[in-house]
């Protein structure tokens, strides 16, 4: 049970929700599934203007030449084939035959020149393009397509992860479009790509409709992460906007909703439903409090250590996750090959550390801003509340600012903050987590640990591909972030889904992402 002063989550947001749930009770059928998401999509254009609902809902869309295995590793998708040269720069992708797009034209190397080019094209404003012009990990010097079933990468340097990176879901998956997706302006338009599922139309703030692509070519075998069995099984995919957990209670109970992410402390009372199922997993997801360390005052380390010792990650957690979480203060997820004993060495409630960190830091009641937000299911409001209780107990004057997600996420992207309660998306491979906080500022100013040391490990762990030499890198990585204290990582998510027992087929995995492919209702 939450104490009484973790705040509850309103319950009602007005009639859009409720009007969008009436209209799904109506449209409720043997041909056509439901899910409700938090929060609406940003846009249609994969890797661009996105954020995690919006990579969920482009993953039914469209498809890459690679994408990941239920494992998290890097596996062929629109590629039939991979091959890597001998010095580990090139890499050769043999394309599957017969693949579609959902305007009819068939898939050839000529579009993945293009999709490429618009990629790394400045004004398309990919998300990703800094993981690939050199910046990042690698630099693609040259993209080449001897024939129609053919693709040729360059990159200046070895890399473990540069599959990896071409299937994450931030990047879009670095989708194959067609240039249909697009006008004659370069304007985006909707896309147009290889998925099992093609859209029919996006009302913003209400629905993303999909209709069945029957001309899909689904690779063999059952569901494997993205790869693998991806029929689409049912005429019609509905993602509905339902942005508070009380309406979608009431959504599932009467049938309107068929699949939804749930609150822990929803599970109890949803399981005792005989209309219901209760499907769990574990987690890539990261709940964390970052710490802006180019903030005139969060630039001095000892504050931060302060900040770190002042909060009791154990009870943080408990609370917020209905007891269902499991703390782990490493970037490395608990659930990975990669997190050992060293991984399990965090950081250490000491109130009497934490005021004698204050005072070496020269700490005179300053205002440390938190943003934070009210998104359902992620805990950023009753973390940073939680946070804000214990950091005063100790000095510390801290302030919560409860901001739009929208405008949260775009602060973030800046820099522009000092604390934040923020969540991240599922990152398969632990290179891959700290690559999403590691860098310099000055080019990527969302990276939060701007270490030269910390990014000379990071690109090792990159290159290197035996374990047990990442794991030596991994473990030293964790140990700076612990002493530098740039994040303080709380928990990684346990997905609860709750699912209409007409519904067959559903389940949570690893990377916290719904995948309703293979998915069918009775």
Not at 33 to 57: C, E, F, H, K, W
Not at 141 to 162: H, R, W, Y
Request: positive net charge; aromatic residues 8%.
């Amino acid at each position: 049970m939450k104490p009484s002063w973790i705040p509850r989550r309103s319950t009602l947001r007005g009639a859009v929700g409720a009007a969008a749930l009436a209209g799904a009770a109506l449209g409720a059928s043997a041909q056509t599934l439901t899910y409700a998401m938090n929060q609406d999509i940003r846009s249609t254009n994969p890797g661009v203007n996105r954020d995690g609902n919006t990579d969920a809902v482009m993953l039914h869309l469209v498809e890459g030449l690679v994408g990941y295995d239920a494992k998290g590793v890097a596996a062929p998708m629109l590629a039939r084939s991979v091959q890597a040269s001998a010095d580990g720069k090139t890499y050769t992708f043999k394309l599957r035959k017969g693949v579609k797009f959902h305007n009819g034209a068939e898939m050839t190397s000529a579009d993945v020149l293009w999709s490429w080019n618009r990629y790394m094209d400045p004004k398309t404003q990919w998300r990703c393009t800094s993981e690939f012009d050199g910046r990042g990990a690698v630099k693609v010097e040259k993209v080449e397509a001897p024939d129609a079933e053919t693709v040729v990468m360059v990159i200046d340097k070895p890399s473990a992860l540069f599959l990896a990176t071409l299937a994450r879901f931030d990047c879009g998956g670095t989708a194959i479009l067609h240039k249909d997706s697009v006008g004659a302006d370069g304007a985006w338009i909707k896309p147009v790509g290889t998925g099992p599922f093609k859209l029919d139309e996006w009302r913003r703030g209400e629905v993303v409709m999909m209709g069945r692509f029957a001309a899909y070519q689904p690779l063999p075998g059952p569901p494997n992460g993205t790869v693998g069995g991806k029929r689409p099984l049912v005429p019609t995919l509905r993602f509905l906007h339902v942005p508070d957990a009380a309406t979608v209670k009431a959504g599932l109970l009467s049938g309107a909703i068929d699949i939804a992410d749930v609150d822990a402390s929803q599970v109890k009372e949803l399981k005792a439903s005989d209309k219901l199922a209760i499907v769990s997993a574990p987690t890539a997801q990261m709940h964390t409090i970052i710490l802006q360390t180019k903030d005139p005052l969060l630039q001095n380390k000892a504050l931060r250590q302060a900040i770190a010792a002042a909060l009791d990650t154990t009870q943080i957690v408990q609370a917020v996750s209905d007891g269902f979480g499991v703390p782990n203060n490493s970037i490395v997820p608990s659930a990975s090959a990669y997190y050992t004993a060293v991984q399990k060495q965090g950081f250490k409630h000491d109130l009497d550390k934490a005021r004698k960190l204050l005072r070496e830091a020269g700490y005179k009641g300053e205002p440390i801003k938190m943003l934070t937000n009210k998104r359902p299911i992620v805990p950023s409001f009753e973390v940073s509340v939680i946070a804000q209780a214990m950091l005063q107990s100790v000095g510390l004057n801290v302030e919560i600012e409860n901001i739009e997600w929208a405008t949260q996420l775009e602060r973030y992207q800046k820099g522009n903050y000092q604390l934040q309660s923020f969540s991240y998306s599922a990152r398969l491979d632990p290179a891959l987590s700290y690559e999403a906080i590691t860098g310099p500022k000055a080019k990527q100013p969302r990276k939060v640990w701007d270490n030269p040391q910390a990014q000379a490990l990071l690109d090792k762990s990159m290159e290197v591909t035996v374990p047990a030499e990442r794991q030596k890198l991994f473990d030293e990585l964790h140990k700076m972030q612990i002493d530098e204290v740039p994040i303080i990582v709380l928990f990684n998510n346990v997905d609860f889904g709750a699912v209409a027992k007409r519904v067959k087929g559903y389940a949570p995995w690893y990377a916290s992402t719904p995948r309703l492919w293979e998915v069918s209702v009775q």
